[in-house]
């Protein structure tokens, strides 16, 4: 087994901020998907919701290096904090356009601004994905049940937004998979929750 990193104890307070922030992620992707939200509501969810995954991003990250250093968890770290920029980036703009256009159609190569970001987004969080549950598996607070279905799910969504490409997937006769992506990561941060106590056990060790 490799020796634990004598480095600086994981912050608790950084896993914490990442399971609230991967919890309200959740909410307000629901909030968005759900199309109820009046105009202001979209921009300020559009907005923190970028924020808030690369907040997540960072705390699991945090959790998942707990007892020793991972280049995967690094690595998710990152592309998950660019998801999260390109993710709001994308929204953003869609509603801008949306807005200037005043109900009129939409010109295609407006439509493609936004289609160009959100395969941006959808690889870089793939790659999120993949590399968090790559380094899933042989951790002792996740393990194959979070970290294989992770694998999957990573490569479905790069996979079918590079085969679609610039159309999405749900228009070009497929599925979205996005939906899916967000339940893997609310079954994760719901874990990452549970695992509170033994990250603060391992910080403990670690300070002593």
Same mark, same amino acid.
């Given at each position: 087994?490799?020796?634990?990193? +004598?480095?600086?104890? &994981? %912050?608790?307070?950084?896993?914490? *901020? =990442?399971?609230?922030? #991967? /919890?309200?992620?959740? @909410?307000?992707?629901?909030?968005?998907?759900?199309?109820?939200?009046?105009?202001?509501?979209?921009?300020?969810?559009?907005?923190?919701?970028?924020?808030?995954?690369?907040?997540?991003?960072?705390?699991?990250?945090?959790?998942?290096?707990?007892?020793?250093?991972?280049?995967?968890?690094?690595?998710?770290?990152?592309?998950?904090?660019?998801?999260?920029?390109?993710?709001?980036?994308?929204?953003?703009?869609?509603?801008?356009?949306?807005? +200037?256009?005043?109900? &009129? %159609?939409?010109?295609?190569?407006? *439509? =493609?601004?936004?289609? #160009? /970001?959100?395969?941006? @987004?959808?690889?870089?969080?793939?790659?999120?994905?993949?590399?968090?549950?790559?380094?899933?598996?042989?951790?002792?607070?996740?393990?194959?049940?979070?970290?294989?279905?992770?694998?999957?799910?990573?490569?479905?969504?790069?996979?079918?937004?590079?085969?679609?490409?610039?159309?999405?997937?749900?228009?070009?006769?497929?599925?979205?998979?996005?939906?899916?992506?967000?339940?893997?990561?609310?079954?994760?941060?719901?874990?990452?929750? +549970?695992?509170?106590?033994?990250?603060?056990?391992?910080?403990?060790?670690?300070?002593?």
């Amino acid at each position: 087994m490799q020796a634990l990193d +004598r480095g600086p104890a &994981t %912050p608790l307070v950084w896993v914490r *901020v =990442g399971v609230a922030a #991967g /919890l309200g992620t959740g @909410l307000v992707y629901a909030a968005i998907a759900s199309q109820r939200l009046p105009y202001p509501g979209l921009v300020l969810a559009a907005a923190f919701l970028g924020p808030l995954l690369g907040a997540a991003g960072m705390g699991l990250g945090k959790l998942l290096q707990a007892e020793r250093k991972s280049v995967a968890a690094k690595l998710a770290m990152a592309f998950t904090f660019a998801a999260g920029a390109l993710g709001s980036a994308m929204l953003l703009v869609q509603l801008a356009i949306k807005a +200037r256009a005043q109900g &009129t %159609p939409v010109s295609a190569e407006l *439509v =493609g601004i936004w289609l #160009g /970001l959100d395969m941006a @987004l959808d690889v870089y969080l793939g790659l999120g994905v993949l590399l968090f549950a790559s380094a899933m598996l042989g951790h002792p607070r996740f393990g194959k049940a979070f970290g294989i279905p992770g694998l999957v799910i990573a490569v479905l969504l790069v996979a079918l937004n590079l085969y679609t490409f610039p159309t999405p997937p749900a228009d070009a006769g497929l599925f979205d998979i996005g939906p899916v992506v967000g339940l893997w990561y609310c079954a994760v941060f719901i874990q990452s929750w +549970r695992s509170l106590r033994w990250v603060a056990s391992v910080q403990a060790a670690r300070e002593g």
